[in-house]
Structure formats: structure tokens, C-alpha cells
């Protein structure tokens, strides 16, 4: 079974960017999706955006307004998460997840997630 380890975050300043690292351990993606998720103090686990191993489809969840943006790298088997202008309220942990490459639901739906990491934090703060 594939695992999951996430690394980049860190404390940062408001407008700050950050990548954010998704690497396999123990197994490749080429079977799964690949979702970058958030956790906030007190909040739910909300969906970030999600990519296909192979293919260039991508999902986006629409109350990131495009400062995200999640990306692959085959040769080192790692999925990438650029944040951009990081603002106070995107303080949280970051997690990164698989499901099978086959599965029915919607990139966003969290449940349908089967493998995930333990997460990075990123912190915003001035």
C-alpha cells in the first residue's frame, strides 16, 4: 500500500507563496487520483484540488479563486500544490490523499479518499 508523505509548509507572511509536496513511499500514483485537502482549527476537512496521475485533467475547488494550482512530477512520483498570496484564513493543515483512479465521485468528495497523509501545516501570519 502506497504512503503518503506531505512537506513544504511552514510560516509565512500574507502574500507569501508556498509548494507544497505530496511524495509516495512504498508505491507510485499511476493507479489512483491524487486530492490536496485543508484543515483548519475547529473547521472541517475541505477539498482543495485534485489531479489524475496520468491525463492532464484537474479539479479545483471554486473557493480557491485560483490561487492554487496542483501539479505532478512522474520521474520523482510526487504531486505538487503551488499556493499562492496566502492570506490569514489559509492557515491549516494541508493533506494530501489517493483514491483509485476508477472512483464514481466527485474529486471533491472526501469520503471517496482511502490513503492520506499526515499533513504539513501552513501557518500566515504577519
Known amino acids: 500500500q502506497v504512503q503518503l508523505v506531505e512537506s513544504g509548509g511552514g510560516l509565512v507572511q500574507p502574500g507569501d507563496s508556498l509548494r507544497l509536496s505530496c511524495a509516495a513511499s512504498?508505491?507510485?500514483?499511476?493507479?489512483?487520483?491524487v486530492g490536496w485537502f485543508r484543515q483548519a482549527p475547529g473547521k472541517e476537512r475541505e477539498f482543495v484540488a485534485a489531479?489524475?496521475?496520468?491525463?492532464?485533467?484537474?479539479f479545483y475547488a471554486d473557493s480557491m479563486k485560483g490561487r492554487f494550482t496542483i501539479s505532478r512530477d512522474n520521474a520523482k512520483n510526487t504531486v505538487y500544490l503551488q499556493a499562492n498570496n496566502l492570506r490569514f484564513e489559509d492557515t491549516a493543515v494541508f493533506l494530501c490523499?489517493?483514491?483509485?483512479?476508477?472512483?464514481?465521485?466527485?474529486?471533491?468528495?472526501?469520503?471517496?479518499?482511502?490513503?492520506w497523509g499526515r499533513g504539513t501545516q501552513v501557518t500566515v501570519s504577519s
Open positions: 490523499a489517493v483514491r483509485p483512479a476508477g472512483s464514481p465521485y466527485a474529486y471533491s468528495a472526501k469520503d471517496s479518499y482511502t490513503i
Open positions: 489531479i489524475r496521475w496520468s491525463g492532464t485533467s484537474t
Open positions: 512504498g508505491g507510485t500514483f499511476s493507479s489512483y487520483h
